[in-house]
């Protein structure tokens, strides 16, 4: 027969043990959790690598990093964060976006917590555009439910049938719960190439005026973007009453990219393939992009999304 003092000792042993093995900081040191309320996004960690990695951005940095930070030292939101990023492919909405992901939730895109609808992908047909919307609605609902900190990223707005994104607008508006789930603490963000004619005409006026990129504002092209995604049946948001009830926070513009940024954009991936920057590889690289106007060839005409591939040319070098 086993002494009580010892069956005693086993048994607070085994207790200790899985108290320990079970307490959260161990367990999410290992498994993906999702973030406790008291948590904060580092601010300055993430405005560091908005710095250092996103080029000739100065207005989206700017308003992003405003609007998640506090967004997020927010104990008590109204509603979700909803962010809608504007302007022309290479520009920075989909890095911008990842960078965001990844100080959210530390595994980024592979978060079980972040997810990526592709509309060409995830809603490719319009005759089931119903079926569509309730599978939307059902994704959203029963991920927030697992995790309220949930982030939601639609690519190719621009490529949206119309009308399916408004599946979503319960769960974007000021209500406390929707069937008993609060979606209060989500961040929802929108992709679009959509609006990137009006702020590359507004860029080259600014251009043409004689003043500096940096004194664009946030005014200055919001309120265009908004009335232009509205009216664009290719936006994604044609006629939306996301837009219609004032659900979407901000229109962020990404403006064309310079030479010195493609230039920049070059450097960043030497040093991510750990090369040793050599400028003649840079100005190689940024001579074999394209830019527009066609007279004074201002601005890359695909921002920097053809940098990596054009770079692997130069890797012999």
């Known amino acids: 027969a086993l002494e009580p003092l010892s069956v005693g000792l086993a048994i607070g042993v085994a207790s200790a043990l899985t108290g320990f093995l079970s307490h959260p900081r161990f367990y999410c040191s290992y498994v993906e959790c999702c973030p406790s309320a008291g948590q904060r996004l580092n601010a300055t960690a993430l405005k560091v690598q908005l710095d250092t990695k996103l080029f000739g951005q100065h207005l989206a940095k700017e308003v992003v990093l405003k609007a998640v930070i506090g967004f997020s030292n927010n104990p008590c939101p109204k509603k979700p964060l909803t962010l809608s990023l504007h302007g022309w492919a290479g520009t920075g909405k989909n890095f911008l976006s990842q960078i965001l992901a990844e100080h959210i939730h530390p595994a980024g895109l592979r978060s079980k917590f972040v997810h990526l609808f592709l509309a060409t992908l995830h809603f490719p047909h319009h005759d089931q555009l119903k079926l569509y919307k309730e599978q939307l609605q059902n994704w959203i609902r029963g991920n ?3 995790c309220p900190h949930s982030v939601f990223i639609f690519d190719e707005m621009d490529k949206m049938h119309p009308g399916l994104i408004d599946a979503i607008k319960p769960f974007l ?3 406390e719960e929707v069937d008993r789930v609060s979606y209060r603490k989500a961040i929802f963000i929108f992709l679009s190439n959509a609006g990137g004619d009006l702020i590359n005409k507004a860029a080259l006026e600014f251009w043409t005026s004689g003043k500096q990129r940096e004194e664009i504002q946030l005014k200055d092209l919001e309120p265009m973007l908004s009335v232009g995604a509205f009216n664009n049946k290719n936006s994604g948001l044609w ?3 996301l837009i219609d009830r004032n659900l979407i926070d901000y229109f962020v513009p ?5 030479h010195k940024h493609v230039k ?5 991936e030497m040093t991510a393939r750990g ?3 050599d400028e003649k590889v840079v100005q190689a690289v940024a001579d074999e992009m394209t830019f527009f106007p066609k007279e004074q060839k201002i601005y890359s005409d695909k921002g920097c999304k053809t940098v990596q591939a054009k770079l692997d040319v130069h890797e012999d070098v």
């Open 144 to 146: 927030v439910s697992a």
């Open 173 to 175: 508006d000021y209500y």
């Open 239 to 241: 006629h939306s009453s």
């Open 254 to 258: 990404f403006l064309p990219l310079e």
């Open 264 to 268: 920049m954009c070059v450097r960043a």
């Open 275 to 277: 090369y040793a920057v």
